[in-house]
């Protein structure tokens, strides 16, 4: 079994920045992907960024773009996403996942991580 954990959350002013690390662990790990979705009271999950584990081909909600990248590291199995310029409104509970190549085919992801909060204050 895999297990995703996250790291990083916290509260930051508007215009600061926070950097997410998520740690897969588990048996032998070789995702499709990996990427970062996040969650607010009332409201759906919604992507945030997504990862490609062997060439690195990136993706992002717009609403994200130009702030947020996303990188990993394969040695570590470890996926970051780097938040720079936060607005009041990227406050959410993050979460990371992963998916094996039968999930995209699926269209779901196959792993889950707890979730870490980000709050953003104005």
């Known amino acids: 079994q895999v297990q995703l954990v996250e790291s990083g959350g916290g509260l930051v002013q508007a215009g600061g920045s926070l950097r997410l690390s998520c740690a897969a662990s588990g048996r032998t790990f070789s995702p499709y992907a990996m990427g970062w979705f996040r969650q607010t009271p009332g409201k759906e999950r919604e992507f945030v960024a997504t990862?490609?584990?062997?060439?690195?081909?990136?993706r992002y909600a717009d609403s994200v773009k130009g702030r947020f990248t996303i990188s990993r590291d394969n040695a570590k199995n470890t996926v970051y996403l780097q938040m720079n310029s936060l607005k009041p409104e990227d406050t959410a509970v993050y979460y990371c996942?992963?998916?094996?190549?039968?999930?995209?085919?699926?269209?779901?992801?196959?792993?889950w991580g707890q979730g870490t909060q980000v709050s953003v204050c104005s």
């Open positions: 990862i490609n584990w062997s060439v690195e081909t990136t």
């Open positions: 996942a992963a998916r094996s190549l039968a999930g995209v085919i699926a269209g779901s992801w196959n792993y």
